[in-house]
């Protein structure tokens, strides 16, 4: 797993590193680094470097430091590379070093017609504006900058990250630098990686400044497809449909059969062995049965069924079904609430109590709400309910889905996901999520729950990205069928052209 830090980490092990190594090294191992990608970009787009022009943007902090030295390199290697300084002053010893290598300062008024000639001129611009500390939007000075690179066709770098965006929490107010690569030394940022903000990163290069062993146990991370290629093995010669895991399914009802079927679906393609499908005797279960003849249905109490070894709970249910969701979570295997069965937890007191009374069983319980069904059971304590504050009340994994779904444990431990795409929003892709997400619990109990989670996060966006490559509408039905070509993607470990 890829750790994230916040810049208060940052910044302390930044400084511990720094009362160890001669000043001034660690921006000039960051400026080394930005170089070396300018160049390749540069290579890329014009085939030499000879004629080259570079912009550099920078401010008046240490990123600005990082550009300057960047460009001195680049300078050294014939590029022709232009400073336009946005700020009152920049980094002294950046400066003086960017211009002993042969680099210059625009001069004179930066108004916008010197803004737009310099950056339409150019074939590479590196924003050195903020860096990691700055919050809020940018002043008019770097917001017109960062507007008219933005409208250039250059090869647009960015140092740390764009400016404009927040290195913690991923906002962007008002305008951000878009970047085609992002090169940040030490260690990953939140920001890189959440939205809106990741719209403005584009590749992400990590580079490293000596600073890992400095960094403690992260609290954030990405989710790695290594773990998740651990999670897809194939069956054993020996295993039969038992030893694979049964999971159980509550869903649907005579409003939203269909939520039924794509739990199930998201459920076969899981690795389990079986699928159960509760028949509460309103239709559903022929219309599953139809589809899935290989579900077995069964209207008895599923609870005592000891092979039985992980719930769904909730794709299509309506208000009458709350009794079924109380039913489920008594059980003790794990339990993935999702849709009705979230609006019932958020008006019941009861089933509430029932999640911390599980929680203390050592019990493995998954909540997934949409947007809208996080603030049903965040309730009256709206914003100031983050997913940390809501796993550690209710004793839950919390799959919060959206745009950069992420993923947060009891512990506070979260995942950021980078694999979903705009195409899963839509109808009935939640309910293949719930599914899939049940049954690699049912079929990999000897794993950590958080692992798994993450995992299926990770799968069904992978899924939707194989669908999105049929070139029309992605619809849930498209998500299902697509499992397992993502399955088999994590196994080989061939993930050429998914954003992952």
Known sequence: ???????????????????????????QRAARA?????????RERRGRLVGAHVILLVGSGNNGGDALFAGAHLALRGLSVRAICVAASCHDAGARAFTAAGGRFVSGDLDLSTLEEECTNADLIVDG????????ALRDAAAHAVERANSSGAVRVAVDLPSGVDADTGDVDGVAFDADVTVTPGCLKPGLFLVPGRSHVGDVLLVDIGLEPELPEPDSRLIDPVDVAGLVTKPQENDHKYQRGVVAVAAGS?????????????SRYSGVGMVRFLDRADGVAEKVVSVYPDTVCDGSDLRSDAKVRAWVCGPGFTESDASTVQMVLSSDVPVVLDAGALRSLATDSELRSECRRRAERGCTMVITPHAGEYALVAGSDGESMTPQRLARELGVIVVHKGPGTTITAPSGLSFIDTAGVPDLACAGSGDVLTGLMAGMLAARPDQDPLVVVTAAVWLHGVAAQCAGRRQRPVVATDVRDCLPEAIAAARSGNLEGLRV
């Open 1 to 27: 797993m890829r750790g994230l830090y916040p810049v208060e980490v940052v910044r302390e092990a930044e400084n511990a590193l720094m009362t160890r190594v001669p000043e001034g090294s660690l921006m």
């Open 34 to 42: 930005i170089a070396v990608e300018c160049v390749r970009q540069v």
């Open 129 to 136: 504006i903020v860096g990691i500390g700055a919050r809020g």
């Open 254 to 266: 005579r409003v939203y059969p269909g939520a039924a079927i794509l739990a199930v679906g998201g």
